[in-house]
Structure formats: structure tokens, C-alpha cells
């Protein structure tokens, strides 16, 4: 961005070629390319205003709605909140300044999509939503450079991935606070160390999130967020049957055929069949990194009874790494897990799903004993 005085300048040596009546519009686009601000935002809050400046008596001038589309002349920060001065495509052309939280840029809509194109062959992990307004960011750390935008509180999205951070100091109204300087040791963490006790996961890392965002929330598709901020959005179906020791990270509906979302519950259907991959509180890392999952479940409904049963369950912890993919149609179905072996090279196993007579059945792989590593539950 130029300063003030630049465009000040600018718009003196324009003027002494210009007629008088398109002194202003000529002026202001001209300086736009001059100095690259030429670009284009689409509206990402329900409604949003443009005003006549950023001040906080500026009177309104234009009710936009989302997915609107906006020409970005200027950029302004001001009382730490950013302001983009825009033109609107309504009869009038009108432009004002708009508050940068309410739109997205076309730059930064490229960026999201570069992201989405990571994942863009794998099923999704889990379903999430915010407790709390966060920022989406292009990648898993606190970063001013890296925020693509605000998500509001209550915004829904799948889970495509996730990354274990170790814990950091974060700055005062980002998007966590409570979190102990860099350098400070933990009471309990030391305290664990001594007695010779595993360190636990949510100690030692923070979790962020790779999500996909559906049009209706965002025109963004992907971006990081913050694990503190999300809350897990477990069927309520199946969250009976998590443990408190042991909690389900990665879950997939067996029996969805391709019809919807294979990690949220419809509530006008009837209970189905899951497959899914659970998590205990201890870390245990192999080389640096953690698993994403050490146990599998899966769950069947038996519509006669009404009421779920445990079709298959590991009997011992294992060190797998996502995805989790289901296959197949109708009563036929595999998933398959990346799990490693005991000689620390990471295999792919695949479980076939199947019926027999009324009752869900699963083949487990033959050397499945053979990748646990902690017997027993």
C-alpha cells in the first residue's frame, strides 16, 4: 500500500489531465492499478454494510448479502480492524469500506481451494463444529500471515485430517488463551515425569484441525483450525458407547451407500452400522510422531431390537495413522487402515464387513494379533 500522501500526489498529476467531472473515478482507478490493488471479494456474512469510511460515525450506504460480489480498491487498517474500500456491482456503482471480516478476497479464496485439492480423492475422518469464533488458517500454527478468515460460532464442517502441535505460547485475543508461556514447565507434566508415568497427549500437544467447509457456511472450502476451539460432533447414536479413557477420533457410517454424509447422523433415519477408530490420553510417539488412532469398534443396529451390539472389537492397542476408507455396497463393505508392524513399517489392512442372516460380521485380517502393541483393553 502507498501512503496517504502518495496517492495525494498521484491524483494532483491526474487531475491536470483530466476533464473535472471523471477527476475522481479516473483517479482512484488509475492508482488502483498503478499500485496492484485491483481484486475481487465476495461477501461471506449473511448482511454486511458498505459505509462511507471506517469511522464509527460513518453513515451506511449499501445493504450487501452473502455471496454478493465486490471490485477491492483500497485496504485500511484501522483501531486494529481491517477495512477494504470496495465498489459494488449495483445500478450506482457504489463504494464505501466494508469491514474485512465480512468478505472474502479472491486471493485468499485461491489459497483455501489450493488447500482443498489435498484431499479432494479422501472421505472425510469426522464431523466438528465451533465453540467459539476462530479464525480458518492456511496452516496448523498461530500465525498473522496465515489467517484466511473468521468462521462465526456454531459453524459446522468435516474433519479431513489432523496435526499433533507441540503446545505453544499464544498471543493475548487470538484464538486461545489460558495457554502457559514458552519455556514454563507444567506442574503436572513434571510432576508425571518424576513418578516415571506416560506423558498424556493433551499435555505434551495442541490438536488443529484440516476442514472442509459446505458452500452454505463458507465460499471457502478448506482451512486449519484451532483444536480448542472445535467440538467434536459425534452421532449421538453412537456417543453412548465412548469411553472416558478412550475416545472416538474417526468415525464412518457402513451402511450409507454413497447417500449423504457418511460421518453425521441423519435424524430421520434409521440407526445404522459404524466403523470406528478410537484414541486413549497417552502419547507414545515412534520417531517423532503420534498415532492417530490405537483402537477400532465397530457397531451394528439390530432393528428388530432396536438397540446397537458390538460386532468386532480389537483386543489390543495398535499405532495407526489415517485415512480410514470404506468400500464396497449394500451388506458387502471393507474399511481399511494403515496400522504399523512391529518391525516399524506401516502396512494396510483391509477388514471385510458382511451380513450373516441377521447379524453384521467381520473378517478381521489373519495377522492382526501380530500389530497390537498393548494386549488386553
Not at 502518495?6 to 482512484?28: M, R
Request: charged share 25%; proline share 5%; net charge negative.
Amino acid at each position: 500500500m502507498r501512503s496517504k500522501a502518495a496517492f495525494i500526489v498521484l491524483a494532483i498529476v491526474i487531475a491536470a489531465t483530466q476533464p473535472a467531472c471523471s477527476l475522481l473515478d479516473s483517479t482512484v482507478n488509475t492508482f488502483s492499478k498503478a499500485v496492484g490493488l485491483s481484486d475481487t471479494a465476495i461477501v461471506i456474512a449473511k448482511t454486511a454494510q458498505i459505509r462511507t469510511s471506517y469511522a464509527v460515525v460513518a453513515a451506511d450506504l449499501l445493504e450487501v448479502k452473502r455471496g454478493d460480489r465486490l471490485e477491492v480498491l483500497d485496504q485500511m487498517e484501522f483501531e486494529k480492524v481491517v477495512w477494504y474500500r470496495v465498489r459494488a456491482r449495483d445500478e450506482e456503482n457504489t463504494e464505501g469500506w466494508i469491514e474485512a471480516q465480512n468478505v472474502i478476497t479472491n486471493e485468499v479464496m485461491e489459497k483455501s481451494q489450493k488447500l482443498a485439492e489435498q484431499f479432494k480423492e479422501l472421505p472425510p475422518q469426522a464431523a466438528g463444529k465451533l465453540r467459539a469464533a476462530s479464525n480458518l488458517r492456511l496452516g496448523p500454527e498461530m500465525n498473522a500471515e496465515n489467517v484466511l478468515f473468521r468462521l462465526s460460532n456454531g459453524s459446522n464442517f468435516e474433519i479431513m485430517d489432523w496435526n499433533f502441535v507441540p503446545k505453544q505460547q499464544i498471543a493475548e485475543g487470538d484464538d486461545a488463551s489460558g495457554v502457559r508461556p514458552s519455556g514454563e514447565v507444567d506442574e503436572d507434566i513434571a510432576a508425571a515425569k518424576e513418578a516415571n508415568e506416560p506423558e498424556k497427549l493433551d499435555e505434551k500437544y495442541d490438536i488443529w484441525y484440516l476442514v472442509k467447509l459446505d458452500p452454505s457456511v463458507s465460499p471457502a472450502p478448506a482451512g486449519w483450525l484451532f483444536g480448542r476451539q472445535v467440538e467434536l460432533d459425534i452421532p449421538s447414536e453412537i456417543s453412548f458407547f465412548q469411553q472416558n479413557n478412550r475416545k472416538f477420533v474417526t468415525w464412518q457410517r457402513l451402511d450409507s451407500d454413497g447417500q449423504g454424509s457418511t460421518v453425521t447422523a441423519d435424524r430421520n433415519a434409521t440407526p445404522g452400522n459404524w466403523v470406528i477408530l478410537t484414541r486413549t490420553n497417552v502419547s507414545k510417539p515412534v520417531d517423532g510422531e503420534e498415532p492417530d488412532f490405537d483402537g477400532i469398534l465397530v457397531l451394528a443396529f439390530d432393528k428388530y431390537n432396536q438397540s446397537f451390539y458390538t460386532v468386532w472389537r480389537s483386543t489390543g492397542e495398535v499405532w495407526g495413522t489415517l485415512p480410514l476408507r470404506v468400500e464396497g455396497s449394500g451388506d458387502n463393505k471393507t474399511f481399511s487402515i494403515r496400522i504399523r508392524h512391529p518391525e516399524g513399517r506401516m502396512d494396510e489392512k483391509r477388514f471385510v464387513v458382511f451380513r450373516d442372516r441377521n447379524r453384521v460380521r467381520v473378517t478381521q485380517p489373519e495377522d492382526i494379533a501380530q500389530y497390537y502393541t498393548t494386549q488386553g483393553r
